[in-house]
């Protein structure tokens, strides 16, 4: 089935940790069908903001048709979603790209990263992947948001900016303080953190997933706005270029140039 779009109802909103908010919304045909590392599109109520913003799925709750996000206030957009609340009606797009793949590793270790607003996608694959789960998680501060929650899919840990929880430093650096290893990695989060990981992966010669959150414009790969250079080329564009939204924005490691 496709993406659709949809007029849907928020359920419940709530605050995580500063500027982080968590929001389900009922939404049962992108639920029905959405798998994890796939996003949605949310639409402003403000004509002046006519783009979209996407928003990784953190939680898919396919009995209730329920969707779940968890963002930063990051601009006017995400403050404006921060103010919904329940009953609050709000347009969504999706389900939108690839997600993750999650045959296939029964018996294997995976280790699923998140770095900051990274860190939410990572949960519904937790929740979905049949095999061993180490989650590394990075944040800024002990704000530790949605930690309490990978607990219950294996085990957690964490690294901090300023030190204040875990290791301090970033995910490699807890890997390595708790002699971490996996059979494969998943990871979501900044560009310096998966650079480092795609290098990592390639040391250990492990497998590697990384979901890029590049800027977007039309979310459904018809505009170019969101493009990185891949090995392969793009049958689209037909150059070195790969559509974050539509191929991605989930990629082998070696398949991008970060
Ligand atoms: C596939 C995908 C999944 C995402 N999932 C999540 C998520 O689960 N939770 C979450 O909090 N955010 C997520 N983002 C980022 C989110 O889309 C942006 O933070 C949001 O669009 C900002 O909109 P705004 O109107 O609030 O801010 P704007 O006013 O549009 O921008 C405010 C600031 O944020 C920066 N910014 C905007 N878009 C991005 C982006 N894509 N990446 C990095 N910086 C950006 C701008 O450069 C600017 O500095 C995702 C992005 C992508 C592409
Ligand atoms: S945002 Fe338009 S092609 Fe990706």
Aim: with cysteine.
């Amino acid at each position: 089935m496709a993406q659709v779009k949809l007029t849907a109802a928020v359920a419940s909103q709530e605050k995580l940790a500063e500027g982080i908010y968590s929001m389900w919304i009922k939404a049962e045909t992108i639920a029905s069908q959405a798998r994890p590392g796939q996003f949605v599109s949310l639409y402003s109520k403000d004509g002046a903001r006519l783009l979209p913003r996407p928003i990784s799925l953190c939680e898919i709750d396919r009995e209730q048709g329920q969707i779940r996000l968890v963002y930063r206030i990051a601009g006017a957009g995400t403050e404006e979603f921060s103010h919904y609340q329940a009953g609050d009606l709000i347009d969504v797009l999706g389900p939108l790209g690839n997600g993750f793949p999650v045959d296939g590793l029964e018996g294997k270790t995976a280790f699923l990263i998140g770095g900051g607003i990274g860190i939410p996608p990572m949960l519904e694959l937790a929740k979905e992947l049949s095999c061993q789960v180490q989650a590394v998680l990075g944040y800024r501060d002990n704000s530790l948001f949605l930690k309490k929650e990978f607990e219950n899919y294996g085990s957690v840990y964490v690294a901090t900016e300023d030190g204040s929880a875990g290791t301090k430093g970033n995910v490699l650096d807890a890997i390595r303080e708790n002699g971490l290893h996996a059979d494969i990695i998943f990871a979501c989060g900044p560009t310096p953190m998966l650079k480092a990981l795609k290098a990592y992966a390639g040391e250990q010669g492990i497998p590697c997933y990384l979901s890029l959150e590049e800027r977007m414009a039309c979310g459904i790969g018809a505009c170019l706005a969101c493009v990185c250079q891949s090995k392969e080329i793009d049958s689209h564009s037909h150059v070195h270029n790969k559509r974050i939204c539509k191929d991605g924005p989930v990629f082998a490691a070696e398949e991008v140039e970060l």
